[in-house]
Nanobody, 122 residues
Framework: QVQLVESGGGLVQSGGPLRLSCAAS????????MGWLRQAPGKGREFVAA?????????NYADSVKGRFTISRDNAKNTVYLQMNSLKPEDTAKYYC??????????????WGQGTQVTVSS
């Protein structure tokens, strides 16, 4: 089992920054990638960003967040961060941390956190 605990969500004005954190604990086997997905009301879950857990691990971003969001990790703390800049109202969603075997974060065997709400006011 992998436990994921998110923090850092909240209310922010359009154009502002916010940083999400996700602390992982438990088994590490199969946790090759960690990252974030989000779900807005009435919509499906959408990939946001993922990072490989090994040294020099690759980073992937959704087109909608490229150039605004940055994913990073602290291996010593088993923590992944999502720095979100230039936030837009359409970024409003519940953000879920995920850890699993594939960079899509949707493969069988992926673990999920409880989610943290991000609301961007216009």
């Amino acid at each position: 089992q992998v436990q994921l605990v998110e923090s850092g969500g909240g209310l922010v004005q359009s154009g502002g920054p916010l940083r999400l954190s996700c602390a992982a604990s438990g088994r590490t086997f199969g946790r090759n990638y960690m990252g974030w997905l989000r779900q807005a009301p009435g919509k499906g879950r959408e990939f946001v960003a993922a990072i490989g857990w090994s040294l020099g691990g690759s980073r992937n971003y959704a087109d909608s967040v490229k150039g605004r969001f940055t994913i990073s990790r602290d291996n010593a703390k088993n923590t992944v961060y999502l720095q979100m800049n230039s936030l837009k109202p359409e970024d409003t969603a519940k953000y879920y941390c995920a850890a699993g075997p594939a960079p899509s974060l949707l493969a069988t065997g992926t673990y999920w956190g409880q989610g943290t709400q991000v609301t961007v006011s216009s």
